[in-house]
């Protein structure tokens, strides 16, 4: 359903699905969580792999994104900047890379990123399969010069052989850079997170508290869901920051990619799954709070002056979209 709507402008598509939130019935104190279906999804179930080499492709992407080895100087792993017992960030509002020079951008967590309409902030990657390979040869990030190098470097170490030709049976030579990416992407399609708001909408009224369920239709009356809906509560569209109310940025979004003048100073919307966990906030990380982030939010994108109280509401309400980290890597927080 979110495809017909990107293909609108972002003002008008904005516009129109305020609308459409606004003609949704709101909670009255308060609504069953079926009145939701049409906002938001609950996540997917993880899918358990069945064939052993869809086993052997699960396990050669997590080592891939454990090992710094994809980095020039063998100290940046995706986990670095991705860290997985932090909810798949760093803290950090722009991270540093393999030499220490930092890019211009805060890094998005990679816990349920796959649902996403694209990759990175602007877009640029259609799926976490392409993103995964794009910081490997970024000379901010991993640095590394080549694919070529890519591929020799990993051709030299007698595990990979084995994981790359057990992954990829069917190939004669297995240990392409292609499917470095194919490996972590597999991989992070089992990145998922399952929160107590699931539980809401699969018919637990009573897995949101009282404040939490208010926070919720705060949520929706005041027009959030225009961008923040679906599975992701975030993540399916593109749009403009500064919408409503011009926002401060040097950062040109997604006209560095298309170059077409409406694509300016438009990002993808963030998803908002975990959002308490993975602050600081905005495309460049310079906002520390979620109080914040919500207030701006209404101020830029909603032309509203929210009240405390609703701030504050909404806030409960996001705590509510924290899920559960997968045990094994509640301690993978090392760069």
């Known amino acids: 359903m979110f495809h017909r709507y990107q293909i609108l402008s972002t003002r008008t598509s904005f516009c129109f699905l305020a609308a459409c939130w606004t003609l949704l019935p709101l909670p009255s104190a308060f609504a069953t969580p079926s009145k939701y279906n049409g906002v938001f999804s609950p996540l997917p179930e993880l899918e358990v792999p069945k064939s052993e080499s869809e086993k052997a492709l699960l396990s050669l992407g997590e080592k891939l994104y454990l090992d710094p080895v994809l ?11 991705h860290q997985l017992g932090k909810y798949g960030v760093d803290g950090e509002a722009t991270s540093p890379g393999a030499f220490g020079k930092r ?3 805060n890094s998005p967590s990679s816990y349920n990123a796959f649902l996403h ?3 990175f902030w602007d877009g640029r990657a259609k799926d976490v399969e392409e993103q995964a390979l794009g910081p490997v040869l970024n000379p901010v990030e991993m640095a590394m010069p080549s694919e070529d190098i890519v591929v020799k470097r990993l051709k030299g170490i007698d595990e990979y052989q084995v994981l790359f030709k057990k992954a990829f049976a069917d190939e004669q ?12 992407g597999a991989f992070e399609r089992t990145l998922i997170t399952p929160s107590r708001f699931d539980d809401f909408l699969r018919g637990n009224a009573s897995a949101l508290t009282a404040e939490e369920q208010k926070g919720l239709q705060t949520f929706v009356e005041v027009g959030c869901t225009a961008c923040h809906m679906g599975t992701g509560v975030g993540g399916s569209l593109y749009q403009k920051i500064g919408l409503v109310k011009p926002y401060k940025t040097d950062d ?3 006209y560095e990619i298309t170059k077409q003048e409406s694509d300016k100073f438009v990002f993808k919307v963030p998803s908002l799954r975990n959002i308490a966990e993975t602050g600081p906030y905005y495309h460049d990380g310079s906002v520390k709070t979620l109080e914040e982030a919500v207030q701006l939010m209404g101020t830029h994108q909603l032309g509203r002056d929210l009240t405390k109280e609703q701030i504050h509401d909404i806030v409960l309400f996001l705590n509510s979209l924290t899920g559960k980290l997968p045990e094994r890597f509640a301690d993978l927080t090392q760069r």
């Open 71 to 81: 980095s020039e100087n063998m100290t940046q792993s995706c986990n670095s900047c």
């Open 103 to 105: 890019g211009d951008r």
């Open 117 to 119: 309409i694209a990759q």
């Open 173 to 184: 030579d297995p240990i392409r850079y292609v499917n470095v990416g194919k490996a972590i």
């Open 252 to 254: 040109l979004g997604r």
